[in-house]
């Protein structure tokens, strides 16, 4: 049998939660379904708003497409720009330049082929052959010592600045950066989930919980181990040789921790 489910948690520190979650079959055909993640982000006012209003309209403009649109991997790319270009240009329209903003990361699942769209930091990945793969790449400042100066992809959460990123919906212009993946629906699980997360579970930990988890209670476990246990990380020695920074230690329940997860039958 089929899961499919999402969960938001405000965390332990928080004072509201400014994630947007959400899956959903489209009306016309219960194979075609949407599954997203925004993370509004928390050092600007109205991070919740900018979140679920841009979950809302993706969810509605999903559900009001022809499912032939579905059957056409590039006009759905396409259109699916042009609505996150709609959506960043009404928020700031309404709150006004580097006023609100949303990170945002979702999957669209087709019969075919699984469109995968990512702006941000929050993470969509794949669980297949016993493996989990990280689909999309972090728009971050921290993800640039991963992909080009050997740093080790689970040490970025120590770093300061782990938490600003280059791409989102709705500051400005300039951090409007789409990135998008067409990919084979070969795999067992597809997951998706916001920093809060991310930040304290490694890749390793993550697929512990997968393999020792029943398929409906992957998500939930994942979610609690974030938010209430204590992780015991501690900052590498080849960081404090390399680079000469203040490091931090992410502790449990730091953030606002969402997740989406589907899994086949």
């Known amino acids: 049998m089929e899961v499919l489910d999402k969960i938001s948690d405000i965390g332990l520190v928080r ?12 009306p016309k055909n219960n194979n075609i379904i949407l599954l997203a993640v ?3 982000m928390g050092g600007k006012a109205h991070g919740d708003i900018a979140a679920t209003y841009t979950i809302n309209e993706i969810s509605k403009w999903f559900s009001n497409r022809d ?4 059957e056409n991997t590039t006009k759905c790319i396409s259109l699916l720009k042009r609505l996150i270009k709609k959506i960043h240009n009404n928020l ?9 903003g949303t990170t945002l990361t979702l999957a669209i699942i087709t019969k075919k082929n699984t469109l995968v769209l990512n702006i941000g930091d929050s993470r969509t990945y794949i669980y297949k052959e016993k493996k989990l793969i990280q689909i999309t ?40 950066k789409i990135s998008t993946n067409i990919i084979n629906n070969d795999y067992k699980i597809i997951l998706l989930l916001t920093d809060g997360v991310t930040d ?17 209670e992957i998500l939930k476990n994942l979610i609690y181990e974030a938010v209430n246990i204590d992780q015991k990380l501690s900052v590498p020695a080849y ?9 931090i230690v992410p502790f449990n329940g730091r953030d606002n921790a969402s997740g989406v997860i589907y899994i086949k039958e």
């Open 38 to 40: 925004a993370d509004g």
């Open 67 to 70: 499912i032939l649109l579905f």
């Open 200 to 216: 304290l579970l490694t890749d390793k930990k993550i697929t512990h919980i997968i393999k020792t988890s029943s398929k409906e």
């Open 137 to 176: 790449e972090d728009d971050s400042d921290v993800w640039l010592y991963f992909k080009y100066d050997n740093v080790n992809k689970e040490d970025l959460r120590y770093f300061p600045t782990s938490n600003l990123i280059n791409a989102c919906i709705g500051l400005n212009d300039k951090l409007l």
């Open 239 to 247: 960081l404090k040789e390399k680079y000469l920074t203040n490091y």
């Open 15 to 26: 004072e509201k939660n400014e994630d947007a979650v959400i899956f959903l079959h489209h």
């Open 92 to 100: 700031i329209k309404t709150y006004q330049e580097n006023s609100v």
